[in-house]
């Protein structure tokens, strides 16, 4: 069955470093999509991709977030500069009709210390 | 602004009982609704969803129950199996165009053997 692939499964980073997460969707997928899950708290949505612009995102999606599709396989999460509450977990997710039918990759785990 | 609300973040079930897990939602423009299922280190996977146009979609062990008029949603899983113990997440949608899912907190259902 296809998958939703997602590196690293767990990224460790200081305060104030970028990093990049990365994303391959399923490859007749065409919307992508980042949700985040703080530790306890629910999914949240962050932005969603397609047809290679961002096509809605959140209050959370400020300007120290990015995302790009920079070889038409690879979908990335760019962070900046990293604050301690930028810490959760990081899920891609693409589908090929706009909302329905997500598949969600196993999530990176981003800690910010 | 929680306009998907699951208000139980925990339910324990007997094996074979039935589970009955509640989502209530805000936004009367949503017209569809779906539930994940979450395994712990994994991504949320699609269990089942329903439409507005309908008040009941079956699955298997699987049925959701969808009333408009009191906005809220359930999802029964009977008999229940210690298989489905996980985090189970009401998600719904707007569904017209690249709306993104929105996502309740999730609840932690245990079956115990």
């Known amino acids: 069955e296809p998958e939703v692939t997602q590196t690293p499964s767990h990224q460790v980073t200081q305060m104030g470093q970028e990093v990049i997460l990365r994303c391959v969707p399923i490859s007749n997928h065409l919307y992508f999509y980042w949700y985040r899950q703080i530790l306890g708290q629910k999914v949240e949505f962050l932005v969603s991709f397609y047809n290679n612009e961002i096509s809605e995102k959140s209050e959370i999606f400020d300007d120290q977030f990015s995302v790009e599709r920079p070889d038409g396989s690879n979908f990335t999460l760019k962070i900046r500069s990293t604050k301690l509450e930028d810490s959760a977990m990081y899920f891609c997710a693409s589908s090929r009709v706009a909302s329905y039918g997500y598949t969600f990759g196993s999530g990176t785990r981003l800690t910010v210390v | 602004d929680q306009q998907v609300k699951q208000n139980s973040p925990s339910l324990s079930v007997q094996e074979g009982r039935i589970s009955i897990l509640n989502c209530d939602y805000t936004?009367?423009?949503?017209?569809?609704f779906l539930w994940y299922k979450k395994y712990p280190a994994e991504g949320p996977t699609f269990l089942i969803s329903?439409?507005?146009?309908?008040d009941k979609n079956e699955d298997g062990r699987f049925t959701v129950f969808l009333n408009k008029s009191a906005k809220h949603l359930s999802l029964h899983i009977v008999p229940s199996q210690p298989g489905d113990s996980a985090v189970y997440f009401c998600a719904a949608s707007a569904g017209s165009g690249n709306t993104p899912l929105v996502f309740g907190k999730g609840t932690r259902l245990s079956v115990i053997a």
């Open positions: 936004n009367s423009m949503f017209d569809y």
């Open positions: 329903i439409s507005s146009i309908k």
